[in-house]
């Protein structure tokens, strides 16, 4: 009995494309490159950040020289950097146990004070105003929360 042969050949077809020679590759890759490069530079970025509120103006600190010129509804401070943590109250003179420079009252009575420190804004500016503060908060064994300060909105 004979046994079939079953490695016969099958013929093979090439579906590939022709090589591409490596020199076309090489210019393909600089002008993708470059291409790139240039376009993110030209193309104008959205006006919309993500920090921003859309009805809130960001105004330099630094331009402030006295405290009529805070508006209310404003926000003044640095948003290139997130902060997480927010507070509302009454910015008042003063440290609490020799923590911060001034003393965010809230809501909840004298417990629920809070000790302000900023590099970035004079808090004298907004001594008496009803804020919200957004910045930092920093360990302290002498106050109960030490916050340094990134961005002051004025709520009226």
Do not use: C
């Not at 020679?21 to 490069?37: C, E, M, R, W």
């Not at 809130?56 to 401070?77: C, F, H, M, R, W």
């Not at 004079?122 to 030490?146: C, H, I, M, P, R």
């Amino acid at each position: 009995m004979d046994i079939p042969n079953l490695n016969s050949p099958v013929p093979v077809i090439n579906l590939s494309s022709p090589p591409v020679s490596k020199p076309i590759l090489i210019i393909i890759t600089v002008l993708a490159l470059s291409l790139g490069f240039w376009g993110s530079r030209l193309i104008p970025r959205s006006s919309n950040s993500t920090l921003q509120n859309k009805n809130a103006l960001i105004i330099n600190p630094d331009n402030l020289t006295s405290t009529n010129q805070i508006e209310s509804g404003k926000v003044y401070g640095n948003l290139s950097k997130a902060f997480k943590d927010t507070a509302t109250g009454t910015i008042e003179k003063g440290s609490i146990n020799g923590e911060g420079t001034h003393i965010l009252n809230r809501q909840g009575g004298p417990t629920q004070r809070a000790s302000l420190t900023s590099s970035v804004i004079d808090l004298d500016l907004f001594v008496g105003k009803n804020v919200q503060v957004t910045g930092e908060t920093f360990a302290s064994t002498k106050t109960s929360w030490l916050l340094d300060v990134g961005t002051i909105k004025i709520l009226d």
